[in-house]
């Protein structure tokens, strides 16, 4: 079994920075992908940045180049540094988890982003 924690989440001003981490632990595969999704109120779930244990990323276009992620692979911990958050960015952040060899995933229980005008 894997759980996993996120924090980092908060009120912040228009323009502002927040960085998330997020940690597992339980029995973690060296080769999986951990990853960042939002979802707003009203809105699907989305996945905001992806990375995979050998350092390959994905991000969504909207985020792209205000938003980075990160890993420490030796603390199985991954992190979402979001600098120029826009009020659009408001949502309730989740960390996953996916071993490689497995489609199943791991969730965290949510952290909340709360952007002001």
């Known amino acids: 079994q894997v759980q996993l924690v996120g924090s980092g989440g908060g009120v912040v001003q228009a323009g502002g920075s927040l960085r998330l981490s997020c940690a597992a632990s339980g029995s973690i595969f060296r080769f999986n992908t951990m990853a960042w999704y939002r979802q707003a109120p009203g809105k699907p779930r989305e996945l905001v940045a992806a990375?995979?244990?050998?350092?390959?990323?994905n991000y969504a276009d909207s985020e792209k180049g205000r938003f980075t992620i990160s890993r420490d692979n030796a603390k199985n911990t991954v992190y979402l540094q979001m600098n120029s958050l826009k009020p659009e960015d408001t949502a309730v952040y989740y960390c996953?988890?996916?071993?490689?060899?497995?489609?199943?995933?791991?969730w965290g229980q949510g952290t909340q982003v709360t952007v002001s005008s």
């Open positions: 990375m995979t244990s050998g350092g390959n990323t």
């Open positions: 996953n988890y996916r071993p490689d060899s497995s489609l199943r995933d791991y």
